[in-house]
């Protein structure tokens, strides 16, 4: 199976920073790589599919960069709602899903 | 809207069987592969199974192959996970998922896992 390690695995930040999160996968995975958000007791939702591409309705302050085997989610300028948990997710070695272990976003 | 209601989580002794399903509404269901993910505090998120749009094609992540049975009735809107042989790690918030293709033309997340249900929890225990 492809692991994805993500880092940090938490962090510290103010409303208006901007932070980035890496997910590296253990094999390249081309570009099949989906970024998620999940709230405190709320269920993932979908940010970026394909390494890079925003999913409709998500603001255009993430950004999703990298192919290969390196990839990171950035967040320019935080917003209050952001402050979340994020997991990468790839979709190379499909069906065989798998996730990042998070990288949780607290305020600072 | 676009919406994903899971039910029949509880408390279930090690052994024991459960079957969760998943009722689907706002979108044309038929078009879609749909996942069932679970998530636990020590290890995340962790994908359990996929079928797609028509049912054709089915997998299971390895840990439930053999104990776990993925189905869906397109006339009814709704996804089922029978979970047989039921284990204390198999004790987790269950979560619904679309795909957003069918997984018969698109691999399975491609483009990502688009909608989630808000989840059944599953407790596994004597």
């Known amino acids: 199976d492809i692991r994805l390690t993500q880092s940090p695995s938490s962090l510290s930040a103010s409303v208006g920073d901007r932070v980035t999160i890496t997910c590296r996968a253990s094999q390249s995975i081309s570009s099949y790589l989906n970024w998620y958000q999940q709230r405190p007791g709320k269920a993932p939702k979908l940010l970026i599919n394909t390494a890079s591409n925003l999913q409709s309705g998500v603001p255009s302050r993430f950004i999703g960069r990298g192919s290969g085997t390196d990839f990171t989610l950035t967040i320019s300028g935080l917003q209050p709602e952001d402050f979340a948990t994020y997991y990468c997710?790839?979709?190379?070695?499909?069906?065989?899903?798998?996730f990042g272990g998070g990288t949780k976003v607290e305020i600072k | 809207q676009v919406q994903l209601v899971e039910s029949g989580g509880g408390v279930v002794q090690p052994g024991r069987s459960l079957r969760l399903s998943c009722a689907a509404s706002?979108?044309?269901?038929?078009?879609?592969?749909m996942h069932w993910v679970r998530q636990t505090p020590g290890k995340g998120l962790e994908w359990v199974a996929v079928?797609?749009?028509?049912?054709?094609?089915?997998y299971y992540l390895d840990s439930v192959e053999g104990r776990f049975t993925i189905s869906r009735d397109n006339s009814k809107n709704t996804l089922y996970l029978q979970m047989n042989s039921l284990r204390a790690e198999d004790t987790a918030v269950y979560y619904c998922v679309r795909d957003s293709g069918d997984i018969v033309l698109t691999p399975a997340a491609a483009y990502g896992m688009d909608v989630w249900g808000q989840g059944t929890t599953v407790t596994v225990s004597s």
């Open positions: 079928m797609s749009h028509d049912g054709s094609k089915k």
């Open positions: 706002g979108f044309t269901f038929k078009r879609h592969g």
């Open positions: 997710q790839q979709s190379f070695d499909t069906p065989r899903l798998t």
